[in-house]
């Protein structure tokens, strides 16, 4: 059974860092597969959840949406299974629901089938 578990959201302020961590168990061939970061803003649809970073298995691709280009640095641990979101110079505009997800192949382009729970980041202005 994978499991998908995000940790490090919470309340800052408007300009402050945050980290986001996201660690794939009960797979063992975690550096065969893309890894991204989704976010929903509080009060909108499932449907509107925003793709905000990717990485490909290897960790030398990555893709960013124009909001956060900049400001937002995805990595991965292959050796620790987990992958990383360094967000800086937060906006009150990046207030979401942060999810993590797995890809099925080793870059995005085969569909997602896996999503963690989510962790809840709040910027304050």
């Known amino acids: 059974q994978v499991q998908v578990e995000e940790s490090g959201g919470g309340l800052v302020q408007a300009g402050d860092s945050v980290m986001l961590s996201c660690v794939v168990s009960?797979?063992?061939?975690?550096?065969?597969?893309?890894m991204g970061w989704f976010r929903q803003v509080p009060g909108k649809e499932r449907e509107e959840r925003e793709c905000v970073a990717t990485i490909n298995y290897s960790g030398d691709t990555t893709y960013y949406t124009d909001s956060v280009k900049g400001r937002f640095t995805i990595s991965r641990d292959n050796a620790k299974n987990t992958v990383y979101l360094q967000m800086n110079n937060l906006k009150p505009e990046d207030t979401a629901v942060y999810y993590c997800v797995k890809e099925r192949g080793a870059d995005f382009s085969y569909g997602l089938d896996y999503w963690g729970k989510g962790t809840l980041v709040t910027v304050s202005a």
């Open positions: 009960g797979r063992r061939t975690f550096d065969k597969y893309a």
